[in-house]
């Protein structure tokens, strides 16, 4: 299936100073968020990817057209340098297409100026490229699959936040304080499955979520599929930092092309079910 990126943002969160690249081209170890991301869905065997490019589009398109493969793949260095034998590839049988967007473009309307390359798909995959999960995506596509009414589908996760709500009384008094990780709720945590029928929902100068998909709800053909293994956005430079660390203890749950960075066996990975719980789309 085709994935569509959405990578053009201005990931104002992110930014420290002058800068000329989206988020996603932040560095988690050697390589861009926006790398992690893609090698998830090459993973399960998804590499045509079409990349929606606004703000810092130079930066997305200079990066792939002098890809280092030896970044990230062990090589032999024959004839005094002047030749390299790679022992393995990332994206040598990956197609990608840069797709200008628009300097401020709302996801849906990025989404809208792609559909000419997804609309004859039965269907195809959507991502923030902004969010590392372990989340089996297979199943999730089988899920999607067995629910043919339904037009989109969203990742749930639980709340991330570590702060605390209140309960108060009337009076003033609280009555009681949990963390936010305790409320039965869930969180938009995007890897989307989409049917073009998404198109028919969509409407210039709104967005995806929560226009389209308000839109999908009382048709009940918008799917959420819990899931409550790993899942990280990386909204901020602490959020970054820790994904850093992850990677350099050789502890990163996402990269589950790499078994022997991600610490565990992949089949310690939690299932993902299909719900109706409340999600908050963001």
Request: net charge negative; hydrophobic share 40%.
């Amino acid at each position: 299936m085709k994935v569509v990126l959405f990578c053009g943002g201005l990931g104002m969160r992110m930014r420290e100073g002058p800068t000329s690249a989206p988020k996603p081209m932040n560095m988690i170890g050697d390589r861009p968020l926006l790398w992690h991301v893609m090698r998830y869905y090459a993973h399960f065997g998804h590499k045509d990817f079409i990349l929606c490019l606004g703000y810092g589009a130079a930066a997305v398109k200079d990066y792939f057209i002098h890809y280092d493969e030896t970044q990230s793949n062990d090589f032999t260095m024959v004839g005094g340098g002047r030749n390299i034998e790679l022992h393995s590839t990332d994206i040598d049988d990956w197609n990608i297409s840069f797709i200008d967007t628009g300097l401020s473009s709302s996801i849906g309307e990025r989404l809208m100026r792609v559909r000419h390359l997804v609309e004859d798909e039965e269907m195809f995959l959507a991502n923030y490229a902004d969010t590392l999960t372990d989340a089996p995506l297979d199943k999730l596509v089988e899920r999607f699959q067995q629910s043919p009414d339904a037009v989109a589908s969203m990742l749930a996760v639980p709340p991330v936040s570590t702060h605390h709500v209140v309960e108060i009384a009337e009076n003033g008094e609280v009555t009681g304080v949990r963390a936010v990780t305790d409320l039965m709720q869930y969180e938009n945590g995007g890897y989307f499955v989409m049917r073009p029928g998404i198109f028919d929902e969509l409407r210039p100068g709104e967005d995806m979520v929560p226009h389209a998909f308000d839109r999908l709800i009382p048709q009940r053909r918008l799917l959420a599929q819990r899931y409550t293994g790993f899942w990280r956005a990386a909204d901020t430079f602490k959020d970054r930092a820790e994904l850093e660390d992850m990677y350099h203890r050789g502890q990163s749950p996402w990269m589950l092309w790499d078994p022997h960075h991600n610490g565990k066996s992949p089949l310690t990975v939690p299932d993902v079910t299909a719900g109706s719980d409340q999600v908050l789309a963001s």
